[in-house]
């Protein structure tokens, strides 16, 4: 299995393949700029912030390290997935990172709102967050899960292991 840092050489290159194709193929794909822009930014945070091997969290790991101080906030994901088992799937796998992202966000997002409470701190950010237009979310959610799969790829799990749980 490969090193962090060969993987985000391999997952690097791919994109760096894509961007060309995407180049050179631009008025046929019907892709617009903002929507390849997308994919671009989704697919190298998953190659280096949101990676497969987050379930080594516990430990030392090179996607871990790029959060930087807020690295710790993986380990519970380390934690609960052990390595190589179901955050390894090609479909599951990436949805749980997603999913603990919301719920880590969300605890420290109203955490962080009752302590401000709680010492007096009135704080009013309730402005609207508008989503990207669709084409664009659509592109970072293709982007997201296919540096996920490089990943997988590069590990040696094939999408035909469907819900296999693979081997340690
Ligand atoms: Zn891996």
Do not use: C
């Not at 280096?48 to 807020?70: C, I, S």
């Not at 969300?106 to 402005?127: N, S, T």
């Amino acid at each position: 299995m490969p090193a962090g840092r060969i993987h985000e050489a391999i997952n690097v290159g791919a994109l760096g393949l894509l961007s060309a194709s995407y180049v050179y193929e631009q008025n046929h794909l019907g892709l617009s700029e903002p929507a390849a822009f997308g994919f671009a930014v989704a697919y190298l945070i998953g190659t280096f912030l949101v990676t497969p091997d987050l379930d080594l969290a516990e430990q030392r790991v090179r996607a871990k390290g790029n959060w930087g101080v807020l690295g710790w906030l993986w380990v519970p994901y380390g934690l609960i997935f052990s390595h190589r088992g179901w955050s390894h799937t090609w479909i599951v796998g990436p949805l749980t990172r997603l999913v603990y992202m919301v719920l880590m966000g969300a605890l420290l997002w109203f955490g962080g709102e009752a302590l401000l409470h709680y010492l007096g701190v009135q704080l009013d950010l309730r402005g609207q967050v508008r989503l990207p237009p669709e084409q664009v979310l659509y592109s970072g959610v293709a982007g997201y899960f296919a540096s996920q799969w490089m990943h997988l790829l590069a590990d040696g799990i094939w999408p035909d292991a469907g819900f296999r749980r693979v081997r340690r």
